[in-house]
């Protein structure tokens, strides 16, 4: 089972929104509504982010945003702060011999 | 405060065996699902295995099929990894996670450990 097609970096200045973009097939991310987005900074754990597509944990930040339109799943961030630059995980669950897959992750930088 | 707190990583020989383990608290921890995710140096995050609240459901990805084994003592609030038949590609970052629900796979991973890491040499 092939990992989740994600852009390998976006960019944006501070003040600005961004979306990151997560691909999968008809048997995880265009299938089920259990796609989840990680925060990932470097020598860190891993955060939650979203979970449930568009569910939020307490938390975490209302500049988070999740969706999904048929395979693709989507991560928006607004209000661009410093702090975002991290590297961006998309997960699905998966009706296959891999109960959950994620993606290649992308890499946020903030000119 | 909830945490997941893993141990066990170290060098090993390619061929070899390590057993990881996973000290979770601040949770009823059978009362959720816990994965092991392991990121390989320059790479991204893996989704390796894992077990339902009461560890009688386990799933693995096809790369450890037949050589990893997880398991969970809820008298101890512990998780495991048994990784047998190491090869140099295991080398990783491993984080056990606790999921959000009872069943695995299902939702997502919301507290994650610091890690542990893992180095099999060739």
């Known amino acids: 089972q092939s990992a989740l097609t994600q852009p390998a970096s976006v960019s944006g200045s501070p003040g600005q929104s961004i979306t990151i973009s997560c691909t999968g097939t008809s048997s995880d991310v265009g299938a089920y509504l259990y796609v989840s987005w990680y925060q990932h900074r470097p020598g860190k754990a891993p955060k939650l982010l979203i979970y449930?597509?568009?569910e939020r944990p307490s938390g975490v930040s209302a500049r988070f945003s999740g969706s999904k339109s048929g395979k693709t799943a989507s991560l928006t961030i607004s209000g661009l702060q410093a702090e975002d630059e991290a590297d961006y995980y998309c997960s699905s669950y998966a009706s296959s011999s891999t109960l959950v897959l994620f993606g290649g992750g992308t890499k946020l930088t903030v000119l | 405060e909830v945490q997941m707190l893993e141990s066990g990583g170290g060098l090993v020989p390619r061929g070899g065996s390590l057993r990881l383990s996973c000290a979770a608290s601040g949770f009823t921890f059978s009362s959720y699902a816990v994965s092991w995710v392991r990121q390989a140096p320059g790479k991204g995050l893996e989704w390796v295995s894992g077990?339902?609240?009461?560890?009688?459901?386990?799933y693995y990805a096809d790369s450890v099929k037949g050589r990893f084994t997880i398991s969970r003592d809820n008298s101890k609030n512990t998780l495991f990894l048994q990784m047998n038949s190491l090869r140099a590609e295991d080398t990783a970052v491993y984080y056990c996670a606790k999921e959000i629900r009872l069943i695995a796979g299902l939702g997502g991973m919301d507290v994650w450990g610091q890690g542990t890491t893992v180095t099999v040499s060739s």
């Open positions: 449930d597509v568009i």
């Open positions: 077990v339902s609240g009461s560890g009688g459901s386990t």
